[in-house]
């Protein structure tokens, strides 16, 4: 168990959270396992065994109700767009790119890109689907907006 002073008690989930999230291979890290998944083309997030809430950004405890009983899930993948910005970026950079917060169907909200809109057609409100793809020559999970019709990941 970690020792620390009194005054930086607080600090200790943090610190084992940084910990348990730094390369390990015998006991992989919430962020490590959520990228080991997307790697595997699969969206999975934490969802509480005590509460039942789903839980991201990858973490030990669920931040609804302290349990470290945290199991991982698949989602559906649909989303709400709950706001969206547009990255002004040159075009031999790749053009301008949205960023935009998504509101989960589970609950959890996380920051993405809506991809198969332009950037500036991203709109509050829209329904969006996760698909597994590459940022930065990275898994990442990016959004397609399903009005444009059913897409073949
Ligand atoms: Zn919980």
């Known amino acids: 168990m970690l020792e620390l002073p009194a005054h930086t008690e ?3 989930d943090d610190i084992l959270a ?3 999230n730094n390369n390990n291979l015998e006991n992989p890290g919430p ?3 959520f990228e080991e998944n997307l ?3 699969e969206f999975r997030i934490q969802q509480c065994k005590d509460c039942g809430q789903h839980v991201f950004y990858p973490r030990l405890l669920c931040h ?3 349990s470290n009983a945290l199991k991982w899930v698949a989602v559906s993948g649909k989303g709400v767009v709950y706001s969206s910005a547009v990255v002004r970026q040159r ?3 790749g053009g301008d790119y949205n960023i935009s917060l998504i509101d ?3 609950g959890p909200r996380l920051m993405s890109r809506v991809v198969d809109v332009d950037p500036e057609e991203v709109a509050i409100g829209m329904q969006v689907s996760a698909h597994v793809g590459m940022i930065n020559d990275k898994p990442a999970v990016l959004f397609y907006n399903k009005e444009q019709g059913d897409k073949e990941w």
């Open 18 to 20: 940084e910990q348990q």
């Open 10 to 12: 607080h600090l200790k």
């Open 104 to 106: 989960l169907e589970e």
């Open 39 to 41: 790697a595997k083309g």
């Open 91 to 93: 075009p031999e950079k």
């Open 31 to 33: 962020l490590q396992t």
């Open 64 to 66: 609804h109700c302290g």
